[in-house]
C-alpha cells in the first residue's frame, strides 16, 4: 500500500481532490503529495497549509510586501534581518524613557532559521485606563482617569492632588519618588569604610576605602568563631555574625571609630593593623559581644531606629529555623521574635518604607512589616524554574533585584505588580553577589570578574575581570557599593601568601583600580560597607495645595462664590515602619481670609482611616497641608494622591 501524507503536517499538504473517500484514498496512484517550501521559517510558502508567502527570504514579510523591508545595516537586530546561529537580543520599540516604566517590558529577538524574529514580550506605553497601572508608562498610574475618591466612580466629584495634573511639588525637606508620590527626603552618608570578615580566622577587618589600606584586624569571639554576614549602622559601627564551633551563633560590634572605642579622654587599647591583632577581650574597639542562639544565622540587617543617645539602629539576625530576631543595638538584649513560615533565612535587607526582606534560597521573599499591634508578613514565591539564590539588593524604588547560584541568572521582582522578570548569565561562572548603581546593577560570580547588567532592560553586558597587580582573585562572591560610587568585591583566594582579597572596581572606567590584601578565607556577605543604607530621611516636612471647588474657574478674581459644599478628604498613601502622616486643612471665604485662617487637623494616619468627613462652610476656597513624619532613620511615608470631594449646586 502507498504511504500517504500526514494531513495534519506543517510541512506538507494533500489536494483536495484525493480526499472523496475510504475509496478513492485507497486508489490515489494519480496522487502526489505536494512538499512544503518554507525559507524564512514563517510557515508560510509554497505548498503549505498556512497558504503563500510573498517573500520567502523575510518572516516579516507574508502577504504584504509592498512595505519597505527593514534597514538591517542600520538595525542588524531588526525583524527579518539576517543571523546566525540560535541567540537573543533584547529589544524595545517604544518611546525613549519608557522601557521599564509602568507597563511598559522589553522584549528579545530569537535567532530563528537565519533570520532575527519579531520582539517577543514586547510591551508598549497604551491608553490609561483606571486599573491601578501606568499604562502609558509615563511613570503616574491612573493620572487623568482616577476620580477624587481613589477610585474609578465617575460620580465622585472634586479634585486630585498628586499625579500628571496637579503633581507634588517634593521641596526639600521633601522629595518625589521615582514615581512622583511625596515623601521625606534622604540626608546622604558617606561611610567610606569597608568591613571584610575573615572566616577561617576569625577576625574582620577594617579598610580604608578611599586609600584602600587596612587600618586594623580585630578578633570577634573567644575561642575559633566563624565570622561570615557583616552589616554597618547609622554611625558606622560594624556588626558581624559569627558561627560556633559547636552550631551556635554570636553578635560582635565593632567600632567604627576610634573615638568610639572608649570614653573621652582616654587613649584606646586597640589594633593597628593586620600585624597587631590583640586578643580577643582586650580591644577596645570590640564594644559589644553577645551569644545570639544555639542554632545557626543566616542572614543580618540593620533597622532605622533612632531615639535619645541612640542612633545606630537594630540588628535583626535571621535563624536557620525561620525565626528572626531583632536585637538591641546598645545593649544586645533580645527584642523582638518573628516566626516565618517556610522560609530559611539566607541574606536581609530594609527598603526604603522600612520592611524587612529575606530572602530564602529555595526561591521565596518574606516581607515583614513592623507596627503597633505586631509584625506581619508576606511571601513571594518565584515562579521560576530552578532558584538557588543567592543575593539580593533593593533599590529606592522597591525593586528587588536578585543572583541565582544555580539557574546562573539575574532576577528583578517589582512587588507592586508582583511580576517577576529574568535574564539568564549564560557563560559567567556561577552569579554569587550583587550591587546596584543608578543605572546598573553589577553581579560577582566565582571566576574573579564583574558583569553589569542593565537594570531596567535585564540586559547583560560584558564581564570584566579582577585581577590587578598580576594577583587574580578566585571564588568571588560578595559586592558592594561605597559613598563614591565604587564597587568593592571580597574573593577567599588571591590575595598574597593564599590569603583572601578585597578589589575596588571602577564601574566607570570599567577596571579595578586597588586591591587590598585580608584574611583567611573571607566570606564577607551583607552590607559590608554600610552604603545600603544610603543615609537618613528627614524626620518631618510638609507641602500645601489650594482647592477652589466648584469656583476653580473664577480664581483670577481672588474669590470664590459658588456655594461648594465640601464632603470628605480622600488620600492614597504607603506608611513605611514608624511613619506618620497628619492633614490638616483651612477655609475662606476668599484668599485673603484663607491666608489669615488657622490650619486644624482633620485626620492622621495610621491611626485614623481615609475617607475624612469635613465639616466646612459652604463655599470659599480651601487649602490642605501635607505633614509628613518619620520616627526611624528608614520608614518614610508616601503619599501617592489626595482627593478633595465635593458637590456643587445644581442649575438654579
Known amino acids: 500500500m502507498a504511504a500517504f501524507a500526514d494531513p495534519d503536517s506543517p510541512r506538507t499538504a494533500v489536494p483536495a481532490s484525493c480526499c472523496f473517500g475510504l475509496l478513492m484514498v485507497i486508489a490515489v496512484l494519480g496522487c502526489t503529495e505536494i512538499e512544503c517550501h518554507d525559507s524564512d521559517g514563517d510557515g508560510h510558502g509554497e505548498g503549505c497549509q498556512a497558504g503563500p508567502d510573498c517573500d520567502d527570504h523575510d518572516p516579516s514579510?507574508?502577504?504584504?510586501?509592498?512595505?519597505?523591508?527593514?534597514?538591517?545595516?542600520?538595525?542588524?537586530?531588526?525583524?527579518?534581518?539576517?543571523?546566525?546561529?540560535?541567540?537573543?537580543?533584547?529589544?524595545?520599540?517604544?518611546?525613549?524613557?519608557?522601557?521599564?516604566?509602568?507597563?511598559?517590558?522589553?522584549?528579545?529577538?530569537f535567532c530563528n532559521q537565519g533570520h532575527w524574529t519579531a520582539c517577543d514580550g514586547l510591551v508598549l506605553p497604551g491608553v490609561e485606563s483606571c486599573n491601578g497601572q501606568d499604562d502609558d508608562c509615563?511613570?503616574?498610574?491612573?493620572?487623568?482617569?482616577?476620580?477624587?475618591?481613589?477610585?474609578?466612580?465617575p460620580d465622585c466629584t472634586g479634585e486630585v492632588w498628586g499625579g500628571e495634573l496637579a503633581p507634588f511639588a517634593g521641596e526639600a525637606p521633601l522629595a518625589l519618588t521615582p514615581v512622583g508620590s511625596l515623601t521625606l527626603a534622604r540626608r546622604s552618608s558617606e561611610h567610606m569604610t569597608v568591613w571584610v570578615a575573615n572566616t577561617d580566622e576569625?577576625?574582620?577587618?577594617?579598610?580604608?576605602?578611599?586609600?584602600?589600606?587596612?587600618?586594623?584586624?580585630?578578633?570577634?569571639?573567644?575561642?575559633?568563631?566563624?565570622?561570615?554576614?557583616?552589616?554597618?549602622?547609622?554611625?558606622?559601627?560594624?556588626?558581624?555574625?559569627?558561627?560556633?564551633?559547636?552550631?551556635?551563633?554570636?553578635?560582635?560590634?565593632?567600632?567604627?571609630?576610634?573615638?568610639?572605642?572608649?570614653?573621652?579622654?582616654?587613649?584606646?587599647t586597640t589594633s593597628m593593623g593586620p600585624a597587631d591583632v590583640k586578643p580577643f577581650g582586650e580591644d577596645d574597639c570590640v564594644i559589644l559581644h553577645v551569644e545570639i542562639s544555639d542554632e545557626g544565622a543566616g542572614s543580618l540587617a540593620i533597622d532605622g531606629t533612632r531615639g535619645e543617645g541612640f542612633v545606630g539602629g537594630h540588628p535583626w539576625i535571621g535563624l536557620k529555623s525561620g525565626?528572626?530576631?531583632?536585637?538591641?543595638?546598645q545593649t544586645g538584649e533580645r527584642l523582638e521574635v518573628v516566626q516565618l513560615d517556610d522560609v530559611v533565612p539566607h541574606a536581609a535587607a530594609f527598603d526604603a518604607l522600612g520592611h524587612l526582606w529575606v530572602l530564602d534560597r529555595g526561591g521565596t521573599l518574606a516581607r515583614v512589616a513592623t507596627g503597633a499591634d505586631g509584625p506581619e508578613f508576606d511571601l513571594f514565591r518565584s515562579d521560576l524554574p530552578c532558584f538557588m539564590l543567592e543575593s539580593f539588593a533593593i533599590d529606592p524604588g522597591g525593586l528587588v533585584f536578585l543572583t541565582g547560584f544555580a539557574c546562573e541568572n539575574v532576577v528583578r521582582f517589582d512587588p507592586r505588580l508582583s511580576q517577576w522578570d529574568e535574564v539568564l548569565t549564560a557563560g559567567v561562572l556561577t552569579t554569587r553577589g550583587i550591587a546596584l548603581l543608578p543605572t546598573e546593577a553589577w553581579v560577582v560570580h566565582t571566576a574573579g570578574a564583574l558583569s553589569p547588567v542593565s537594570r531596567d532592560s535585564?540586559?547583560?553586558?560584558?564581564s570584566h575581570t579582577l585581577t590587578f597587580a598580576e594577583h587574580a582573585p578566585l571564588d568571588s562572591a560578595s559586592v558592594a557599593v561605597d559613598g563614591d560610587g565604587q564597587l568593592w568585591v571580597v574573593s577567599r583566594v588571591g590575595g598574597q601568601r593564599g590569603a583572601g582579597v578585597v578589589t575596588r572596581f571602577d564601574p566607570v572606567t570599567r577596571a579595578p583600580s586597588a586591591e587590598v590584601t585580608v584574611g583567611n578565607g573571607p566570606r564577607?556577605?551583607?552590607?559590608?560597607?554600610?552604603?545600603?543604607?544610603?543615609?537618613?530621611?528627614?524626620?518631618?516636612?510638609?507641602?500645601?495645595?489650594?482647592?477652589?471647588?466648584?469656583?476653580?474657574?473664577?480664581?483670577?478674581?481672588?474669590a470664590a462664590s459658588v456655594a461648594t459644599a465640601w464632603r470628605r478628604l480622600h488620600v492614597v498613601t504607603e506608611l513605611?515602619?514608624?511613619?506618620?502622616?497628619?492633614?490638616?486643612?483651612?477655609?475662606?471665604r476668599d484668599a485673603d481670609a484663607l491666608g489669615a485662617a488657622d490650619f486644624l487637623v482633620v485626620g492622621t494616619m495610621p491611626e485614623g482611616q481615609a475617607p475624612f468627613d469635613l465639616d466646612l462652610p459652604e463655599g470659599g476656597l480651601v487649602e490642605l497641608e501635607l505633614r509628613l513624619f518619620s520616627a526611624h532613620h528608614i520608614g518614610a511615608p508616601r503619599v501617592v494622591q489626595v482627593g478633595l470631594e465635593w458637590e456643587c449646586p445644581g442649575p438654579q
Open 576 to 588: 513605611g515602619s514608624g511613619a506618620r502622616i497628619e492633614l490638616a486643612l483651612r477655609h475662606g
Open 458 to 462: 535585564l540586559d547583560l553586558g560584558a
Open 61 to 109: 514579510r507574508v502577504r504584504v510586501c509592498d512595505a519597505e523591508p527593514p534597514d538591517c545595516e542600520a538595525q542588524p537586530e531588526a525583524q527579518g534581518c539576517p543571523c546566525v546561529g540560535s541567540g537573543s537580543r533584547a529589544c524595545y520599540l517604544g518611546p525613549e524613557g519608557t522601557r521599564g516604566v509602568g507597563s511598559c517590558r522589553g522584549g528579545r529577538h
Open 524 to 558: 564577607s556577605q551583607g552590607d559590608f560597607t554600610g552604603n545600603a543604607l544610603a543615609g537618613s530621611f528627614e524626620p518631618e516636612g510638609a507641602e500645601r495645595h489650594v482647592f477652589y471647588g466648584c469656583g476653580t474657574d473664577i480664581r483670577a478674581d481672588n
Open 202 to 268: 576569625g577576625t574582620v577587618s577594617r579598610i580604608d576605602g578611599r586609600r584602600a589600606v587596612e587600618e586594623a584586624r580585630y578578633r570577634v569571639g573567644p575561642g575559633t568563631p566563624f565570622p561570615e554576614r557583616v552589616a554597618v549602622d547609622y554611625v558606622g559601627d560594624a556588626w558581624i555574625v559569627s558561627q560556633r564551633v559547636d552550631g551556635g551563633s554570636d553578635l560582635t560590634k565593632v567600632a567604627g571609630a576610634v573615638e568610639r572605642c572608649v570614653e573621652a579622654g582616654q587613649e584606646p
Open 323 to 329: 525565626r528572626l530576631l531583632q536585637v538591641d543595638g
Open 138 to 153: 509615563d511613570g503616574f498610574a491612573d493620572e487623568r482617569v482616577l476620580s477624587p475618591c481613589g477610585g474609578c466612580d
